[in-house]
């Protein structure tokens, strides 16, 4: 799984003067989903992962579900391999500790959980204009007959290996529906949520490995 997450250049004075006007709008736009995002406890998503390289040749499709409670960094994605529904790989976090599970090798790496700004949160995919980045409204795209609204995020961080992140947000749900990230190296990975579910009832032993779950798991401690 790749680590999240943007850009654009303004010339004249005429188009700067129509940017700043779409930035304010993108700022509306963003800061009202924010605001409904934090009223939950916890959410739960299905999304589907599609990871796009034209240059090389690559079109790889993959499903999973991520459950988090974001407020305090807690998270667990799964993946599951591309066209089946077993699982290839967890992160799980319970704020403290980070768990990636490799199935291929029957292996799961701890580590301390990077809680900073830079840290990897999945969770933050919700939250994730509000430090680091510049963002501008690009207009209205129709999709199956909904109307969503998009917004392109830059990060003011130019040795990120990203350029963009194309968020699109559903103008009437006032939900995230996809958010596209532009690599530096033509790749293009692209999580579109298939479901929300807002203020999913979850217990704390979901954000925490069970060790008895994994038979014959090999626990490797990179702390």
Do not use: H
């Given at each position: 799984?790749?680590?999240?997450?943007?850009?654009?250049?303004?010339?004249?004075?005429?188009?700067?003067?129509?940017?700043?006007?779409?930035?304010n709008?993108?700022?509306?736009?963003?800061?009202?989903?924010?605001?409904?995002?934090?009223?939950?406890?916890?959410?739960?998503?299905?999304?589907?992962?599609?990871?796009?390289?034209?240059?090389?040749?690559?079109?790889?499709?993959?499903?999973?579900?991520l459950?988090?409670?974001?407020?305090?960094?807690?998270?667990?994605?799964?993946?599951?391999?591309?066209?089946?529904?077993?699982?290839?790989?967890?992160?799980?976090?319970?704020?403290?500790?980070?768990?990636?599970?490799?199935?291929?090798?029957?292996?799961?790496?701890?580590?301390?959980?990077?809680?900073?700004?830079?840290?990897?949160?999945?969770?933050?995919?919700?939250?994730?204009?509000?430090?680091?980045?510049?963002?501008?409204?690009?207009?209205?795209?129709?999709?199956?007959?909904?109307?969503?609204?998009?917004?392109?995020?830059?990060?003011?961080?130019?040795?990120?290996?990203?350029?963009?992140?194309?968020?699109?947000?559903?103008?009437?749900?006032?939900?995230?529906?996809?958010?596209?990230?532009?690599?530096?190296?033509?790749?293009?990975?692209?999580?579109?949520l298939?479901?929300?579910?807002?203020?999913?009832?979850?217990?704390?032993?979901?954000?925490?490995?069970?060790?008895?779950?994994?038979?014959?798991?090999?626990?490797?401690?990179?702390?």
């Amino acid at each position: 799984m790749k680590k999240l997450f943007i850009y654009i250049v303004l010339s004249t004075l005429t188009v700067a003067s129509a940017f700043a006007q779409k930035d304010n709008d993108a700022k509306l736009i963003l800061n009202r989903l924010s605001k409904q995002y934090r009223t939950y406890d916890a959410v739960k998503t299905d999304f589907t992962l599609t990871i796009d390289n034209e240059q090389a040749n690559v079109k790889q499709t993959q499903t999973g579900t991520l459950v988090s409670r974001s407020k305090v960094n807690k998270y667990k994605v799964t993946v599951y391999a591309p066209g089946k529904k077993t699982v290839a790989q967890e992160i799980i976090s319970d704020g403290k500790n980070q768990w990636t599970f490799l199935k291929d090798a029957n292996e799961v790496q701890l580590n301390v959980a990077d809680n900073s700004d830079e840290g990897f949160n999945p969770a933050k995919i919700f939250t994730i204009y509000e430090k680091g980045y510049k963002y501008i409204y690009t207009g209205q795209q129709k999709i199956a007959g909904r109307i969503y609204q998009v917004v392109d995020l830059t990060p003011e961080d130019g040795q990120k290996n990203y350029f963009k992140v194309r968020l699109l947000i559903d103008k009437v749900k006032n939900q995230l529906y996809s958010a596209q990230i532009f690599d530096k190296n033509g790749s293009k990975y692209t999580y579109t949520l298939r479901t929300f579910t807002p203020n999913y009832k979850v217990t704390d032993a979901t954000f925490a490995f069970n060790k008895k779950a994994y038979p014959g798991v090999e626990v490797v401690d990179l702390r």
